[in-house]
Nanobody, 124 residues
Framework: VQLQASGGGLVQAGGSLRLACAAS????????SGWFRQAPGKEREFVAG????????AYGDSVKGRFTISRDNAKNTVYLQMNSLKPEDTAVYYC??????????????????WGQGTQVTVSS
């Protein structure tokens, strides 16, 4: 499975962006998927996760109520809708997939496949 993240960019505080993660491989639709982010000098942190079906989701505390993860298995794509963006959301965002589990995962080490990352910059 290969993951390709896109949709990052520069946005003003309060604005919105939608990230997309397109996957190759027919089995992607059976994998739990998620988004992580890493700011300069900081560890990679969990942002959002979804089960294989999209019916179960989880969010990091700092993004709850502002970000929404979803997936379209027919398109092999996972999305991250980011609203009310803040300067502290600035980071490289990575999508990931867990080949061993279909239920939502929040732990970085559980994920097996990673995209290349897309930069999100929020100006104040």
């Amino acid at each position: 499975v290969q993951l390709q993240a896109s949709g990052g960019g520069l946005v003003q505080a309060g604005g919105s962006l939608r990230l997309a993660c397109a996957a190759s491989g027919r089995t992607f639709s059976t994998y739990a998927s998620g988004w992580f982010r890493q700011a300069p000098g900081k560890e990679r942190e969990f942002v959002a996760g979804t089960s294989w079906s999209g019916r179960t989701t989880a969010y990091g505390d700092s993004v709850k109520g502002r970000f929404t993860i979803s997936r379209d298995n027919a398109k092999n794509t996972v999305y991250l809708q980011m609203n009310s963006l803040k300067p502290e959301d600035t980071a490289v965002y990575y999508c990931a997939a867990d080949r061993d589990r279909s239920w939502v995962q929040t732990t970085l080490s559980d994920y097996d496949y990673w995209g290349q990352g897309t930069q999100v910059t929020v100006s104040s």
